[in-house]
């Protein structure tokens, strides 16, 4: 059994977008990567209509059990920042309108879920990435690549671990965001040095959050 998962990577001019299958094992496959992008002058109602639109084109076509969306973060650019949060809430509409579960992860639990390292730059992500779906080339641009990375962190926190107890469709629940990552093979009764990292960094962004 695997789990589909779309990650969604927000953005007003360029939203990421990428589309994974994980199966219990943790091995993932790509099934899709692209951008969805929208020219600034263009109002901002029509920006937001378009990135609706082809996310649920997305959506209906390669049918996703779930959703993974970065967390928005307050920035120093506030403009970037709203965009962020614009194209976001698009996003989590499109998945609620499919009654599709979502799941919010932060920057640094990507990384830290794909890299073993919360700080590490974006270029080690796009490596990673390309290494686990087992690429030639990093996904490009970068937009797809993060979304990607979303993607497989989501279903490996958790996710295939309840696609594989349940009998019927995988559970994706709330759940599953936020919860503990799943002990590697190699870590009998333990977490792995990637796994360590990744609950630090969840740990940290909760604290951040106010948890």
């Known amino acids: 059994m ?52 082809q996310l649920g084109a997305l959506i209906d076509q390669h049918a996703p059990h779930a959703v993974a969306l970065e967390r928005v973060f307050a920035q120093h650019n ?7 949060a614009q194209a976001s809430g698009v996003a989590l509409h499109m998945a609620a309108s499919r009654g599709l579960a979502v799941g919010l992860h932060t920057p640094s639990e990507v990384k830290a879920a794909v ?8 270029a080690q992500v796009g490596t990673m990435v390309a290494k686990i779906l ?27 671990a309840a696609a594989r107890a349940s009998t019927g469709t995988p559970s ?14 190699g870590a009998e009764g333990g977490l792995t040095p990637a796994q360590s990292a990744w609950r630090a960094a969840e740990s940290a962004a909760k604290r951040r959050l106010g948890a």
Not at 134 to 158: N, S
């Open 134 to 160: 087992g690429l030639d080339e990093v996904p490009k641009p970068a937009d797809a690549a993060d979304a990607l990375a979303l993607a497989i962190c989501h279903a490996w926190r958790g996710g295939v």
């Open 2 to 53: 695997s789990l589909r998962v779309l990650g969604v990577d927000p953005g007003l001019t360029r939203c990421g977008v990428g589309v994974v299958d994980v199966t219990s094992t943790r091995k993932a496959t790509l099934v899709y990567f692209g951008v969805i992008r929208t020219p600034p002058e263009m109002a901002l109602e029509q920006r937001l209509l378009i990135i609706g639109e």
């Open 78 to 84: 506030l403009r970037t920042v709203m965009g962020t």
């Open 172 to 185: 994706t629940g709330s759940g599953n965001v936020g919860g503990s990552p799943p002990t590697g093979s």
């Open 115 to 122: 890299t073993g390292y919360g700080s590490a730059e974006k």
